[in-house]
Nanobody
Framework: QVRLVESGGGPVQAGDSLRLSCAASGLSFSTYIMAWFRQTPEKAHTWVGS????????NVANSVKGRFTISRDNDKNTMYLQMNNLKADDTAVYFC?????????????????WGQGTQVTVSS
């Protein structure tokens, strides 16, 4: 079975940093495009960023550009989201996702596998 498990979330203050991890098992990790999405308290489900097979290319949403960085360690079957200068608007449940049906995309419908999510709460 494919399993994606997020970790690293928690309550923080605005301006703080946090690193999320997504540990994958049950798949050939290096053959999958990986992505982060988030669901806000208003239930909006939005794309955060994506990363290619060996991390050569990363794309992130304009709302987090310059603050968030995606990386991956294929030897550890793990993807990371480094979040700096967190803002209250970053409060959300963060999900990792995986797909091997295409290239880099922000379309959540293209992603085959999803984790359960980890809560990030940013207080002003």
């Amino acid at each position: 079975q494919v399993r994606l498990v997020e970790s690293g979330g928690g309550p923080v203050q605005a301006g703080d940093s946090l690193r999320l991890s997504c540990a994958a098992s049950g798949l050939s990790f290096s053959t999958y495009i990986m992505a982060w999405f988030r669901q806000t308290p208003e239930k909006a489900h939005t794309w955060v960023g994506s990363i290619t097979w060996s991390g050569q290319i990363t794309n992130v949403a304009n709302s987090v550009k310059g603050r968030f960085t995606i990386s991956r360690d294929n030897d550890k079957n793990t993807m990371y989201l480094q979040m700096n200068n967190l803002k209250a608007d970053d409060t959300a449940v963060y999900f990792c996702a995986a797909q091997n049906t295409g290239g880099l995309t922000s379309d959540e419908n293209q992603y085959q596998y999803w984790g359960q999510g980890t809560q990030v709460t940013v207080s002003s």
